[in-house]
């Protein structure tokens, strides 16, 4: 067998996207690159700094003091204010506004002896003041261009607001509901987390990073933190390296193809060693391996947290060891800062290492054209203007509808007659105006999402009703923070007779239910993902009331709800969809728009199948069998509730058997998988159509299915299109026993089907 190169080159949208693993080797030319006349411009400015500015570029800082008032006479601020004029901070976080960012520019840049400007980041997410959905909704719409336009409005108002550098994408691959970061990521899957991955650095960094509208990605968290054992946050994980290079690390990879200049370490360990000091992901993978040439950056304080996990003896040894591995700016860890120069001067730490990292942080601040203006971005009209554009929520209300999921539609009941006599909308998330911006929310405006019953109320006609009960309160008080756990409501139920009596009256029920902005997100994992406080039983009375009800369901993560499953006649996935929730909810409820999402994730039927992921291995005994000694619950399927890549549409889609341009694939060439979808409906639809491959026999087990391409096509009522898709070699490597990419010789099964769960296979063999 010989070792091949991986590159996936995927059409997808119109986008190409680049996925895999490579080898030693420098990046493509889609790369974050070097220039050539920027490192000599590094060199000299290098040559003027003492070692105590170099390591101040290293220092990151989050704001603790009013940066447009008066300088702090005392305490940590002082210290922040002080430290910036000596040229010891090299970025800050949480500097928000044109105002704010350009009075601490002009600290760096007027009052420091080399004037270098600071980096300012933030948390943009999935928006900055317009919302976007979540990211895990967004990946729903399997569109790429779509996620795309997202990130690039979220970029323009974060740079308005004088940022420079966003602490997103979030890519890691996660399997496991009970996990509250999986809002944050893409689902479960390498190769679709890849796409979305590449779409936002290319959305939030456009076509020149120079210019005012964007802002440097900065990909995290490096790596697997995703695979938090018991999805418990910041937990240990242990996985192998073969789980490491073909499940966790691609989406990473993609994201450094797209040109990310920044990555983000992860707070976990992986096999004893954490994240933040490993060698091996850092210097060996990342910087030597992929040619990366931005700079890496700490999570919040993961640097000292190296003492706590038991790595680092102390804060000294700490800055010691990431400096080691490759981390290269600490973030609010203050290790570096206290530490390096005595770690330097002692012979410890070589200048070399310092000077690396500096080359690197100078690199994407000469890229942003820091140098060339530092206050290019603080502009309040430009800000003023941008922020809330019209043009941005009209996008975020076309993300929104293409990444809601239709999960059941029982006898049509959707779409919705604009004509109805009267409609109850009813539930905790009905009329809430701020859990649809959901969790990490930027510059939001608290409560200023269109609520549901909004939406319903603009969409509906004058002759229809439209009434609304509350039902039960989700939490037991109003107030919720984002650093506070959650009280959920389980006692008040006062509310139920008059929203039972609403449906009773009503003509259809529209019932929000789901999750509280804040129960996903950092720091939220739960050992129990079903609906919380009292909603199961307003959905059960509401139900018995009303048979005609469409269950909406708001929620950061899968949920288990078996229950609603069997007996809801329709059911909408709208996650946490943005500022224009309720109109593009609304959208797909009375058939505006067509809803075309597919799950980006297992839903799981119980809490207790978990980790639950498509892309399973078989097992020595995988079943089914009459006997018990099989892999199974006995007391539960091991199939999703919902599988990844289900969802449903207005339209009905037929897919014709798989056929193959040939039942061998020779090396170097090409093989195309075809198969003809028709719409056997009476509307007009959008079919996201998936491609799987199983390789059947490895030098390392295999999954049972995995994604390896998806197409999105339109087709009006009885039209037919015939799909095909390329299979290269290239397309069934993997990380083998031999610790290379490459496809091994043999048997392949391949889908073209709906979702993970549909279709037949046919077969080929790779020669």
């Given amino acids: 067998m010989r070792k091949t190169t991986v590159r996936k080159a995927a059409w997808i949208g119109g986008c190409l996207v680049v996925l895999g693993m490579m080898g030693a080797s420098a990046l493509s030319a889609s790369g974050f690159q070097v220039d050539p006349a920027v490192e000599r411009k590094i060199d000299e400015l290098l040559a003027k700094m003492t070692l105590e500015e170099k390591i101040g570029q290293m220092n990151q800082y989050s704001s603790s003091f009013d940066l447009t008032g008066p300088p702090p006479d005392a305490g940590w601020g002082r210290r922040q204010y002080d430290d910036i004029r000596q040229g010891r901070v090299g970025s800050m976080l949480n500097v928000i506004g044109a105002e704010a960012t350009r009075r601490a520019q002009e600290l760096a840049v007027n009052e420091s002896r080399l004037g270098i400007p600071l980096i300012f980041g933030f948390d943009v997410i999935h928006g900055f003041r317009t919302t976007f ?19 690039r409005v979220a970029a323009t108002e974060a740079a308005a607001a004088g940022l420079h550098w966003t ?5 890691d691959i996660c399997r496991d509901a009970r996990w509250g970061r999986i809002m944050e990521g893409a689902g479960e899957d390498p190769f679709l987390g890849a796409q979305m991955a590449a779409a936002r650095v290319r959305g939030f960094q ?41 499940v966790v690390l691609p989406p990473f990879h993609a994201a ?26 850092v210097r060996e993978i990342l910087k030597r391996e992929w040619g990366f040439q931005g700079f890496v950056v700490s999570d919040w304080g993961s640097i000292a947290e190296l003492v706590p996990h038991g ?42 290492l310092i000077d690396e990292a500096v080359r690197r942080i100078l690199r994407v601040k000469y890229r942003l054209g820091l140098f060339d203006d530092p206050f290019r971005y603080s502009d309040p009209d430009r800000e ?18 293409k990444s809601i999921v239709l999960l059941k539609n029982d006898g049509e009941l959707l779409p919705l007659s604009k004509s109805l006599g009267r409609i109850a909308v009813i539930g905790p998330l ?59 409501n389980t006692t008040d139920r006062s509310g139920i007779p008059q929203a039972v009596e609403a449906a009773r009256q009503a003509d259809v029920v529209i019932l929000a239910v789901g999750e509280d902005a804040f129960q996903t997100g950092e720091g939220r994992s739960q050992t129990e993902i079903g609906l919380k406080g009292l909603q199961d039983e307003l959905v059960k009375a509401v139900l018995e009331a009303n048979p005609k009800t469409v269950v909406v369901l708001m929620n950061g993560r899968p949920l288990a709800i078996p229950e609603i499953a069997e007996n809801a006649p329709a059911i909408l996935e709208t996650w946490f969809l943005g500022s224009e929730a309720g109109h593009a909810i609304a959208d797909v409820l009375f058939g505006d728009y067509n809803p075309s999402g597919k799950l980006p994730v297992s839903f799981p039927r119980r809490v207790g199948q978990l980790p639950l992921y498509y892309n399973h291995k078989s ?149």
């Fill in 619 to 767: 097992t020595g005994r995988p079943g089914p069998s009459d006997m018990v000694f099989w892999s199974h619950f006995t007391d539960e399927s091991n199939d999703p509730l919902f599988p990844f890549g289900y969802g449903l549409s207005y339209a009905t889609f037929e897919y014709s058997p798989v056929t193959l341009s040939s039942d061998k694939l020779q090396r170097g060439d090409r093989l195309q998988v075809s198969a003809t979808v028709k719409n056997t409906g009476s509307r007009a639809g959008t079919e996201v159509v998936q491609l799987y491959v199983r390789d059947m026999v490895g030098s390392l087990t295999r999954p049972v299915r995995e994604l390896r391409g998806f197409q999105k096509i339109e087709l009006e009522p009885g039209q037919s299109e015939k799909v095909t898709f390329t299979l290269t070699e290239k397309d069934l490597a993997f990380y083998t026993a031999d610790a290379r990419w490459e496809a091994e010789p043999g048997r392949f099964q391949v889908w073209i089907a709906p979702h993970s769960q549909a279709g037949e296979p046919v077969e080929f063999e790779l020669e």
């Fill in 206 to 246: 456009g076509a020149d990073l120079a210019a005012v509208d964007t802002v440097a990605a900065c990909v995290k968290h490096y790596a697997a933190y995703g695979f938090a054992e018991a999805g418990r946050d910041y937990n240990t994980v242990d996985i192998s390296e073969a789980t490491l290079r073909n």
């Fill in 384 to 401: 003023k203007r941008l922020l809330l554009h019209p043009d941005h929520l009209k996008i975020a209300r076309d993300v929104a509808r």
């Fill in 256 to 281: 450094v193809e797209a040109g990310a200049a920044t990555l983000m370490n992860s707070f976990n360990e992986i096999g004893g060693i954490p994240a933040t000091g490993s060698v091996h992901l």
């Fill in 311 to 352: 790595y680092a003896s102390d804060l000294k040894d700490a800055a010691r060891l990431a400096a080691l591995a490759g981390s290269d700016m600490d973030m609010e860890g203050r290790a570096y800062i206290q530490h390096l120069e005595s770690l330097v001067e002692s012979g410890v730490i070589d200048i070399k």
């Fill in 430 to 488: 009905a009329a809430d105006k701020d859990a649809p911006l959901g969790s990490w929310r930027g510059n939001a405006v608290p409560n200023s999402a269109v609520s549901l019953l909004e939406g319903v109320r603009e969409a509906v006609g004058s002759s229809t009703e439209v009434v609304y009960e509350l039902g039960v309160a989700l939490l037991a008080a109003e107030e919720r923070s984002f650093a506070q756990n959650l009280v959920f």
């Fill in 167 to 171: 602490f997103a994408p979030m890519v």
């Fill in 133 to 151: 959905p979540i990211p895990l909704g967004e990946a729903a719409s399997w569109d790429v261009e779509a996620v795309e336009a997202s990130a």
